[in-house]
């Protein structure tokens, strides 16, 4: 099984570079729960989460309901050194997908860290589109 990921990785490099091939790696054990060696392999390699493939990430995440998945992008992002603006970016939508899953509890919890840490003017909102997908834009 080694020989067959290292052969991916080799393909996954050759066609998208290493950078890109490393966060996609790091991205697939975040998903599987291995967010340790997820983390090593960021700060071994030296790469960082874009604004574009965490707004990505964020989106698929709260579409999947998986919050554990966001939590995990949070810590992945604390490592890779991720800007402020998009450590915030994940928290919206963490708290969007509690929303969404009815999830009252952490939602508010949330709501009042993210009200402590700035005065940040969030605003409570359950409204969904009609894909059944919260809306983000009462969060900023």
Not at 116 to 138: L, P, Q
Request: some cysteine; proline content about 1%.
């Amino acid at each position: 099984m080694l020989g067959s990921l290292t052969r991916v990785m080799e393909l996954s490099t050759a066609v998208i570079g290493r950078p890109q091939a490393v966060l996609d790696l790091a991205i697939a054990l975040l998903e599987a729960g291995k967010l340790d060696k997820a983390a090593s392999i960021i700060k071994e390699e030296q790469v960082y989460l874009q604004t574009e493939r965490l707004q990505y990430l964020c989106k698929l995440y709260v579409n999947i309901r998986k919050p554990q998945h966001l939590h995990s992008l949070m810590s992945l992002a604390r490592v890779s050194g991720t800007a402020s603006e998009d450590l915030l970016l994940i928290r919206a939508h963490l708290f969007a997908c509690h929303e969404l899953i009815g999830n009252t509890k952490d939602a508010n919890d949330l709501l009042a860290e993210l009200q402590r840490e700035g005065g940040i003017d969030v605003r409570r909102s359950s409204r969904r589109n009609r894909e059944g997908t919260a809306s983000f834009s009462d969060v900023w």
